[in-house]
């Protein structure tokens, strides 16, 4: 079947970047663009008038964790950055041997996919699955119609509270390796399936709960398989501090000196290079070791401004020649937002409205995830592309008058301008509407799993703190009499 999107401004891959083409046409047959103009004068079996629309290639979210979301990081994640500013040990780590209730792939793994979907994203990275039934998670893949860079998660240490509260790494001698090993079969297994938007990609943890073994391994792994990395580097104080004084090198000078930087890696936040100003470090040029590998960064503006951090900085790392590309963690999955706060934070940080343009992140959402994945047919509409496109609304109130699509998007818009997302040729979301399932009865399910968790709070936290200590509500509230 071919599909006809007429009218609005599209914004077209010439080849040596995006071009913006007023009231633009493209089709696409199956799963493929096929045109990309001003007109097209073809037989068309479907149409779809886009006035007033941005017609963008779908972004590409490279940092998402869809799994662990929905129930508990909007009471942990923006209000405990205590520990040197890891939200995230708050809501991950647990009192050590109890048990968090368990993740469902039907309500927490599709909220978290789906959310990134309603936000813009038609290729998400899911970084590391972890505690879920790995056959579920392949379908539910399937089953949404995302295209997918998944596998399982694996790492040589978790991290714990004592029963004082203090966070620990608690090793476990083999268990990055053998965690590698189910991800090579998990990724055998499905790498290429569901019309191949389920791609395979290794994830081992974090540079400082995974062994130099286990990276060196999974290196060879992604050579073998063929399939990307992702780590999560460079990403805290305590990383930065601890690889420091172990190693006497930075986390990033690790990393070069094991081999383990490349094109096919993409580092996870690396916003603690040598050169960060909460590093106090000045005797190393992590920035040069990176651009010289070719890795790139997925950087997610949003998880480190709320804990009042940010990268120092997008323009710097663009200047150095790094190839950058977008995630948005952990909530919202709203990439458009995470763009714009790309912007206003580099030119925050280097203290000029002269950079952080809006051209500069939406290359990241969309040309800059491509390179990441080594793909040149995703994050651009030009014949012979992946159809996977999304239909943002311009022709509201909060944008005003548009001249330059893209500043209007990328300065005044919201995921919730997205109307229309079609991956590989499929339409998963219809004019505001989820084509594929209940969306309201998946929203129901995940505020239900949200209450579960809270109760549970005193169960895997120290000294039985209960949600309102963790999280105290913003109002003291009044309940129904
Ligand atoms: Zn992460």
């Known amino acids: 079947m071919r599909t006809l999107i007429r009218g609005g401004w599209v914004v077209a891959f010439s080849g040596g970047g995006h071009e913006l083409i007023r009231d633009g046409a493209v089709v696409y047959e199956g799963d493929r663009i096929v045109h990309v103009g001003h007109r097209f004068d073809g037989r068309a079996d479907r149409t779809i008038d886009?006035?007033?629309?941005?017609?963008?290639?779908?972004?590409?979210?490279?940092?998402?964790?869809?799994?662990?979301?929905?129930?508990?990081?909007?009471?942990?994640?923006?209000?405990?950055?205590?520990?040197?500013?890891?939200?995230?040990?708050?809501?991950?780590?647990?009192?050590?041997?109890?048990?968090?209730?368990?993740?469902?792939?039907?309500?927490?793994?599709?909220?978290g996919y789906w959310a990134a979907v309603r936000g813009g994203a038609t290729t998400i990275l899911d970084v590391g699955i972890r505690g879920y039934p790995l056959d579920e998670y392949a379908a539910l893949v399937g089953a949404l119609g995302v295209r997918a860079y998944a596998g399982p998660g694996f790492r040589d240490a978790g991290y714990v509270f004592d029963a004082e509260g203090r966070v620990e790494w608690e090793w476990t001698p083999g268990a990055g390796l053998a965690g590698l090993e189910r991800a090579k079969a998990w990724i055998a297994?499905?790498?290429?399936?569901?019309?191949?938007?389920?791609?395979?990609?290794?994830?081992?943890?974090?540079?400082?709960?995974?062994?130099?073994?286990?990276?060196?391994?999974?290196?060879?792994?992604?050579?073998?398989?063929?399939?990307?990395?992702?780590?999560?580097?460079?990403?805290?104080?305590?990383?930065?501090?601890?690889?420091?004084?172990?190693?006497?090198?930075?986390?990033?000078?690790?990393?070069?000196?094991?081999?383990?930087?490349?094109?096919?890696?993409?580092?996870?936040?690396?916003?603690?290079?040598?050169?960060?100003?909460?590093?106090?470090?000045?005797?190393?040029?992590?920035?040069?070791?990176?651009?010289?590998?070719?890795?790139?960064?997925?950087?997610s503006p949003s998880k480190y401004a709320k804990m009042g951090l940010a990268l120092e900085s997008f323009s710097a790392y663009r200047a150095r020649g790094i190839n950058l590309a977008l995630g948005t963690d952990t909530y919202p999955q709203d990439l458009i937002a995470e763009m714009r706060l790309a912007g206003l934070m580099t030119r925050w940080v280097d203290g000029s409205f002269r950079t952080g343009a809006p051209r500069d992140v939406y290359d990241a959402a969309t040309l800059g995830g491509a390179r990441a994945l080594g793909r040149d047919d995703l994050g651009r509409l030009a014949p012979g592309a992946?159809?996977?496109?999304?239909?943002?609304?311009?022709?509201?109130?909060?944008?005003?008058?548009?001249?330059?699509?893209?500043?209007?998007?990328?300065?005044?818009?919201?995921?919730?301008?997205?109307?229309?997302?079609?991956?590989?040729?499929?339409?998963?979301?219809?004019?505001?509407?989820?084509?594929?399932?209940?969306?309201?009865?998946?929203?129901?399910?995940?505020?239900?799993?949200g209450e579960r968790i809270w109760r549970t709070v005193p169960e895997w936290r120290p000294k039985g703190q209960t949600v309102d200590d963790v999280a105290p509500m913003s109002y003291r509230v009044r309940e129904p009499q």
């Open 386 to 449: 992946k159809a996977d496109l999304i239909l943002v609304d311009l022709a509201q109130a909060h944008h005003g008058a548009v001249r330059d699509p893209i500043a209007s998007l990328v300065e005044c818009g919201s995921g919730t301008d997205v109307r229309t997302v079609i991956v590989d040729g499929e339409t998963l979301l219809d004019d505001g509407r989820a084509v594929r399932f209940d969306e309201a009865a998946l929203l129901r399910a995940v505020q239900t799993a």
């Open 189 to 299: 297994a499905n790498h290429g399936s569901h019309h191949d938007r389920l791609r395979g990609m290794l994830y081992p943890g974090q540079v400082d709960t995974t062994t130099p073994e286990t990276l060196a391994a999974t290196k060879v792994a992604a050579r073998e398989l063929g399939v990307g990395i992702q780590l999560h580097a460079a990403l805290n104080q305590r990383e930065f501090q601890s690889v420091l004084r172990e190693r006497n090198e930075t986390p990033l000078q690790y990393l070069r000196t094991i081999g383990f930087l490349g094109p096919e890696v993409i580092l996870g936040h690396c916003v603690f290079h040598a050169g960060h100003s909460w590093a106090h470090y000045p005797y190393a040029d992590d920035l040069a070791l990176v651009a010289a590998s070719g890795a790139s960064v997925s950087h």
């Open 50 to 111: 886009a006035p007033g629309m941005l017609v963008s290639p779908g972004l590409i979210n490279t940092h998402v964790h869809a799994a662990t979301n929905a129930r508990s990081a909007l009471f942990l994640d923006a209000t405990r950055a205590d520990y040197f500013g890891m939200n995230f040990v708050s809501y991950q780590a647990g009192l050590r041997g109890a048990k968090q209730p368990p993740r469902s792939v039907e309500v927490d793994a599709r909220f």
